[in-house]
């Protein structure tokens, strides 16, 4: 048995678990004296709220809560998704659990737990309000045959003989001229017309997927914390500094920029084919794939549920919209600024922008204490302390209709992180614990896979309670 495998075997054994149980996170009275009043006031709630829970030691699962090794692993690399965790992860919860019914992931994302639950010969479920999500999902989790692969093989030779055009192609969004290089943004365009005429639907969706996967790549704009940054902006001793555009798309980019924008989309369509070649994912179970709000997950399918696996968007006000905005514009998901008002509107109420007016009808005692420690004038929008209470509404419902499509003695596990807001932390991962159990869940284990950072402004208020900036897996059992 490798290392990952006792691991695995320990956080999972009952019998052994309590060997890795975590430190606790501060001794309550020993310092409850010397604390400021909010922190004083965070430690009794916290102390209340966290008293029948128990929490491990997930170090094990660090570095597969997140994204950062997905270039790495074969159909997962093939469009990069920050928000996803590893394919092992869930791969290590199937195995344990030893789920042999259907898997459900209500925020699909690129598709990792379908994909895993392919690979374990799983019948799995996904849904997400993200168009580019859905895309990305069905096009990694599809059934590829021998011709498929020869068709896109033979785009990918097409695709090597195609020259510049002398058309003028345009862009539908304004922002256009300013996250692009004119010759860079002109070539985009026109092979994404190329892409769209081609016949063959799987052989167009690869290579769809394939030309918004390089997007970020030849663009003057990165994804970074809650939104995009443009690449020209410099950090300095002294402070931020802008590069003149010009200036610093000649530093960045070959002459040819047709060539390059070539070179990048046939390189990432290589990669495809290597993976397709390999069989990697290929496997029996397709999933079936919605474009749909999660909290409506009902209304598209009715089977019974044995593993529901997921990460949904975090309480710390991230508009993961607003981080794929580019790629929504340029792939033509949306058409106009009402159309990704109210696909902001769709989701999650997990940002200010996501608020649509939905009546707010779960109410938490220990987290209305908390939002009754927010300090206004340090919070940089008025609606945060509703957005955190509406993200807990929606929770409340979705753990609700899990509840009753849920087999007996199923499981839901949740990757999710804790946030802060004016010096006062949201403890996300034991409020989630502590609604599943009012709903009728178990509580089954808190793994703490990593601690987390916070804005600097906030850091040193913050140093008493620390550890509470957690990244969580928790899991329920019904």
Known sequence: MGHTELAYKILFDEFEVASVVAEPTLNYNLFVAELENSQAEQLKIFNKLERSLQFYNGESFRNQVHFQFANQTPVQRWFSYREGYSLKLVDAFIKELRIKGNAFDPFSGSGTTLLASRMANLNSFGIDVNPISVLVAKVENEQYTSEDIIQIEEELRKLTDIEKSKDNFQAIFDLAGKVFNQEILQALLQFRQHITAIQHEKTKMALFVAWLSIIEDVSNIKKEGNGIKYKNRKRTPNGYINIEKEKWENDKFPDNKFSFVKTKLSNRLEMILSDLQFDYGNCDKKPSIFKGNCLEFDKFFSDEIELTFFSPPYCNCFDYFEIHKIELWLGEF??????????????????????????????????????????????????????????????????????????????????????????????????????????????????????LTTSSQQKQELEYLKNYLRESIVLLEK
């Open 334 to 451: 949306i058409s106009n600024k009402e159309e990704f008002r109210k696909l902001r509107n769709s989701g999650f109420r997990s940002n200010t922008n996501s608020l649509n007016h939905k009546p707010i009808t779960y109410k938490n005692e220990y987290l209305e204490n908390l939002i009754s420690l927010f300090e206004p004038q340090k919070l940089w929008n008025n609606n945060i302390p509703n957005v955190v209470r509406g993200y807990f509404d929606d929770m409340y419902t979705l753990l609700n209709k899990l509840y009753r499509q849920t087999t007996k003695n199923g499981y839901i596990g949740i990757v999710v992180g804790n946030s802060a807001y004016s010096g006062i932390i949201i403890p996300t991962d034991s409020l989630i614990a502590t609604i599943a159990r009012e709903i009728g869940f178990k509580v089954k284990n808190i793994f703490v896979t990593r601690h």
